[in-house]
């Protein structure tokens, strides 16, 4: 038998088990995420009381070659160099190449007072990730034939109700060359009576705004955008945004996770949000902005969304070209995600940034390789982007 390093708690291995003895329900809980995020199976518990309280071992076994793969090592370590160099609560890593699910792993703490382990199945804010997933809804629904959900239609041909100078089309809404206000022209203070049910009601609280520029003359990033987008899909299939994701994405994609965030539902287990010197941050509402940042769900769930891209689960290749392809030069930004080269390979990214958490994900759409990234603070030096770049790279390694 070997000693395992990194646990308080004694720990045995052998013949592909692992044992953890005198453990806390805490300790019971956070070893158990952590194993499974390694590819390990709980296959016994046996509990005793002490004057301590009660204490716990526990046993799982190794499933798959998870833990055999040759660059875990080298993203234990770019990882962990990253939590420690910048003091970020915690972050969570996924990779998947193929069909293969090769990496899983949570760093450092999803609540640091209730000493609860970061993992790979915790559930955090997407947000502006949660537009790429609008790209390929608003694809997947177009392509559907749900009636007639034509890109180029005027968006006011779904919304008349829209005033006049709204005359971008709804693939300008999803390419942001619509010239819908950002947080500069229409803060979160517009949105003061949440939650929001509809997409549609949380567009009436700034459709009256003038637009920043002409449609398709400029490209502006908005998340506001993707709110009218969203009001656009609720009109074509006559369901509310939340209806629309949870039969779309949630249950359409396999993404049990995934789902508008509900500060009200307190049955999801939410890693806690921290302000850039680590305390708390309550989270805000978000129902205002679904499409444009209001999801929420694990970072493998993000990653099977991308490996669900990739493999052509969700859109035909036609369709997904054109959802990677930007439409002009005015930027590489195409239909709900960047786009561009590495070393020669396509790749498709998008991050996402609010007050308690940053988030990123990375597609490599001709090899198949799918990177996430989860933290739960959005300011102090940390970069999600450049760690899901930097191992995007060393997966892409392995192809070259």
């Given at each position: 038998?070997?000693?395992?390093?990194?646990?308080?708690?004694?720990?045995?291995?052998?013949?592909?088990l692992?044992?953890?003895?005198?453990?806390?329900?805490?300790?019971?809980?956070?070893?158990?995420?952590?194993?499974?995020?390694?590819g390990?199976?709980?296959?016994?518990?046996?509990?005793?009381?002490?004057?301590?309280?009660?204490?716990?071992?526990?046993?799982?076994?190794?499933?798959?070659?998870?833990?055999?793969?040759?660059?875990?090592?080298?993203?234990?370590?770019?990882?962990?160099?990253?939590?420690?160099?910048?003091?970020?609560?915690?972050?969570?890593?996924?990779?998947i190449?193929?069909?293969?699910?090769?990496?899983?792993?949570?760093?450092?703490h999803?609540?640091?007072?209730?000493?609860?382990?970061?993992?790979?199945?915790?559930?955090?804010?997407?947000?502006?990730?949660?537009?790429?997933?609008a790209g390929?809804?608003?694809?997947?629904?177009?392509?559907?034939?749900?009636?007639?959900?034509?890109?180029?239609?005027?968006?006011?041909?779904?919304?008349?109700?829209?005033?006049?100078?709204?005359?971008?089309?709804?693939?300008?809404?999803?390419?942001?060359r619509?010239?819908?206000?950002?947080?500069?022209?229409?803060?979160?203070?517009?949105?003061?009576?949440?939650?929001?049910?509809?997409?549609?009601?949380?567009?009436?609280?700034?459709?009256?705004?003038?637009?920043?520029?002409?449609?398709?003359?400029?490209?502006?990033?908005?998340?506001?955008s993707?709110?009218?987008?969203?009001?656009?899909?609720?009109?074509?299939?006559?369901?509310?945004?939340?209806?629309?994701?949870?039969?779309?994405?949630?249950?359409?994609?396999?993404l049990?996770?995934?789902?508008?965030?509900?500060?009200?539902?307190?049955?999801?287990?939410?890693?806690?949000?921290?302000?850039?010197?680590?305390?708390?941050?309550?989270?805000?509402?978000?129902?205002?902005?679904?499409?444009?940042?209001?999801?929420?769900?694990?970072?493998?769930?993000?990653?099977?969304?991308?490996?669900?891209?990739v493999?052509?689960?969700?859109?035909?290749?036609?369709?997904?070209?054109?959802?990677?392809t930007p439409?002009?030069?005015?930027?590489?930004?195409?239909?709900?995600?960047?786009?561009?080269?590495?070393?020669?390979?396509r790749?498709?990214?998008?991050d996402?940034?609010?007050?308690?958490?940053?988030?990123?994900?990375?597609?490599?759409?001709?090899?198949?390789?799918?990177?996430a990234?989860?933290?739960?603070?959005?300011?102090?030096?940390?970069?999600?982007?450049?760690?899901?770049?930097d191992?995007g790279?060393?997966?892409l390694?392995?192809?070259?």
């Amino acid at each position: 038998m070997a000693l395992l390093l990194g646990s308080a708690t004694a720990v045995s291995a052998a013949d592909g088990l692992v044992t953890h003895h005198d453990l806390t329900a805490r300790a019971l809980a956070n070893w158990t995420h952590r194993h499974q995020d390694e590819g390990y199976r709980l296959v016994r518990v046996e509990s005793r009381e002490t004057p301590r309280g009660t204490r716990y071992t526990a046993t799982w076994r190794v499933q798959g070659d998870r833990r055999d793969w040759p660059l875990r090592e080298q993203l234990d370590a770019r990882i962990s160099h990253e939590l420690a160099t910048t003091g970020v609560p915690g972050i969570a890593v996924a990779v998947i190449e193929g069909d293969r699910l090769r990496y899983l792993r949570g760093f450092g703490h999803a609540d640091i007072d209730d000493d609860v382990w970061m993992d790979g199945t915790i559930v955090g804010p997407y947000n502006s990730v949660s537009k790429a997933i609008a790209g390929a809804l608003t694809f997947d629904v177009a392509e559907a034939g749900r009636g007639t959900l034509d890109l180029t239609d005027r968006t006011r041909e779904y919304l008349p109700e829209l005033p006049a100078h709204h005359t971008h089309t709804v693939g300008e809404l999803l390419d942001l060359r619509g010239c819908v206000g950002h947080y500069a022209q229409i803060p979160a203070a517009t949105f003061d009576e949440p939650p929001y049910e509809t997409a549609l009601a949380a567009v009436a609280e700034f459709a009256g705004r003038p637009l920043v520029c002409e449609p398709g003359e400029r490209w502006y990033y908005s998340t506001h955008s993707y709110a009218v987008l969203g009001a656009v899909l609720e009109a074509h299939l006559g369901e509310p945004i939340g209806d629309i994701v949870d039969q779309w994405v949630t249950r359409g994609y396999r993404l049990p996770s995934v789902r508008p965030i509900d500060l009200t539902d307190t049955s999801v287990r939410r890693m806690t949000l921290y302000t850039g010197d680590n305390r708390e941050l309550r989270p805000a509402d978000s129902t205002y902005k679904v499409l444009g940042g209001g999801l929420e769900g694990s970072v493998l769930d993000m990653a099977r969304f991308g490996q669900r891209i990739v493999d052509g689960d969700v859109l035909g290749t036609a369709a997904l070209d054109r959802m990677l392809t930007p439409p002009d030069r005015l930027s590489t930004y195409a239909y709900g995600w960047t786009t561009g080269t590495e070393r020669g390979h396509r790749f498709a990214d998008k991050d996402g940034a609010w007050p308690g958490s940053r988030t990123y994900l990375r597609i490599y759409p001709d090899d198949d390789i799918a990177v996430a990234v989860l933290s739960n603070r959005e300011s102090g030096g940390h970069s999600p982007v450049r760690l899901g770049r930097d191992i995007g790279a060393l997966v892409l390694g392995q192809v070259d």
